[in-house]
């Protein structure tokens, strides 16, 4: 009996999950006129593939694949590179006000991001960095506070023998850093990696503020372009959509044996 009710709320709540995806689907494939039929059409009478084709040329989406991509990979690439560095020397170095050092970082996870828009635009702003891609990218180089700490974590679970060994055959910090703890906290990169891609991929307002060029948009920010003054493309809003949730639902199924086994504990064994 506990079995079954197990099974039934899981089910419950997998359909929760499962229903809007499958709703924005038959959306994009649907008719016009099926679009406001009442009562709703669950299945369309014929399956509109050609409206993925026709949402991504009404709008240059190949311009804003191309910008998401190059904002995705290069801010993921930096904000793997700062966390596991910083993380590494907050596990590993001892030096006066560490600690508090630290906690003041993870302070800064209280600031909601609203509070440092204005500041950062007139920071960017006086760089000359606005309407380009640059807010988006440059500061994933500067570290994550939850990334850092996610990483030191996993940093400190691992023994501090297999330092010390290092360093008495020769191998200075950045070797340590480098050929020792990155392949170690590869599980902890792969997690950290996917929740920084999926903020990257999905972000709007970041765009929204920064870029003013059509030309420099990203995909969310070019999905908004079917959103008009008086009439609204719901069929191409809901294709998009679509295309948009492919390549994160890639990652996560390459991905989820490290988020599922990695996101606590250390590969280090015996």
């Known amino acids: 009996m506990t079995r079954a009710l197990t099974y039934g709320a899981l089910l419950f709540l997998s359909a929760m999950f499962i229903i809007p995806f499958y709703w924005t689907f038959i959306t994009a494939v649907k008719n016009v006129g099926e679009l406001y ?3 709703p059409v669950f299945w369309p009478d ?3 593939w050609g409206n993925f084709v026709t949402a991504w040329f009404k709008q240059p989406f190949d311009i804003y694949l191309k910008n998401s991509v190059i904002v995705v990979v290069l801010s993921t690439i930096g904000q793997l590179f700062s966390c596991s560095l910083v993380a590494f020397g907050f596990a590993r170095f001892k030096f006066k006000g ?3 050092i630290f906690v003041l970082l993870l302070s800064t996870m209280m600031i909601p991001w609203d509070v440092k828009m204005i500041p950062l635009y007139m920071e960017f702003n006086m760089l000359g960095w606005i309407n380009t891609l640059k807010p988006l990218i440059v500061p994933a180089y ?3 506070a939850f990334f850092v700490f996610l990483l030191r974590q996993y940093i400190m679970t691992v023994p501090i023998e297999i330092d010390e060994a290092a360093r008495m055959d020769g191998a200075n910090s950045w070797q340590i850093y ?3 703890h990155l392949p170690l906290m590869m599980p902890a990169l792969v997690l950290v990696g996917t ?3 999926m903020n990257a991929w999905n972000d709007y307002l970041g765009p929204l503020i920064y870029l003013n060029d059509q030309s420099k948009y990203t995909l969310t920010l070019g ?3 079917f959103k008009g003054l008086h009439e609204t493309d719901i069929t191409s809003i809901a294709a998009i959509t679509v295309v948009l ?4 639902l890639i990652l996560f199924f390459f991905a989820q044996r490290y988020i599922m086994d990695g996101s606590i504990g250390s590969s280090v064994k015996g």
Request: glycine share 0%.
């Open 37 to 39: 039929q009442f009562p």
């Open 46 to 48: 014929e399956v509109m």
């Open 98 to 100: 560490r600690d508090a």
């Open 142 to 144: 500067f570290a994550d």
């Open 178 to 180: 480098w050929r020792i």
């Open 195 to 197: 929740f920084h891609f």
């Open 223 to 225: 999905l908004s372009m």
């Open 245 to 248: 949730c492919i390549p994160p």
